[in-house]
């Protein structure tokens, strides 16, 4: 081999091994910039999962569906947590019921179920607070709370369910402790402890508690960090 083969064939090496380092670089740089983009969207995830873990505000979510119809006699229902007891909210009526100022009202936007209530600590401090499917908690009074996108369930400073609301296509699921903000009577709307269906209306006297099997079930699991809007599962 002469000097020109052996200097062409050198030009070649050296062309081919920078050919190679500039591949490598862009590997590297591509895989450098996948792995960032990975690091920034979980961050990003874990970001909003911790908004949720720590959110005291949130909104309530109906279905878009006929729910009022005075022609039809399509009345706003009510059914006490999943027991099948269901009661109907005539147009005539203000609202559901009333403590004081802790009553449910319902109304209707462009067939979409809005509604507005105030839970109290047996204290009379507000606990939460739904306007308009908004709902805002207390967080001096809630030691927990879950929720998905159209349920809500509200555990007081002593660990006892105060609230559980949910909004379904044709119907409000609830259970609840109403009390007024200045004491005195409380009204507990609670799912038949024993036979899973039909429902108490429990009158309770300034300082009275529920007994224990009357007391409300969590629908969701706890803690909420680590079990955010998840449902617990029963058999029928």
Known sequence: MNLESWQTFWQVLILLGAIAVAVGGF??????????SEKEQKESTEKVLTQKQQARTGILASSRKVLFSIDQ??????????????????????????????????????????????????????????????????????????????????RGSNGEIELQIQLLPDRVRLQGIFRG?????????????????????IVL????????????QPMFRYPSDTHLGELIEREN
Request: glycine share 8%; proline share 5%; hydrophobic share 35%.
């Open 27 to 36: 590997g590297t740089w591509k895989v450098d910039k996948m792995l960032s």
């Open 73 to 154: 006699k399509v009345y706003p229902t009510i059914e006490i947590g999943d027991s099948g007891t269901n009661f109907e909210l005539l147009p005539t009526a203000e609202y559901f019921f009333n403590v004081e100022d802790s009553k449910l009202i319902i109304n209707k936007n462009n067939d979409s179920l809005f509604v507005s209530m105030k839970f109290y600590t047996p204290s009379g401090d507000l606990l939460a607070e739904i306007v308009d499917n908004e709902w805002t908690l207390n967080k001096e009074g809630v030691l927990d709370r879950n929720y998905t996108k159209n349920a809500l369930e509200v």
């Open 181 to 201: 903000p200045n004491g005195g009577l409380s009204l507990a709307l609670v799912k038949h402890p024993i036979h899973g269906k039909g429902a108490k209306i």
């Open 205 to 216: 006297q300034e300082g009275e508690k529920l007994i224990p099997e009357n007391k409300i």
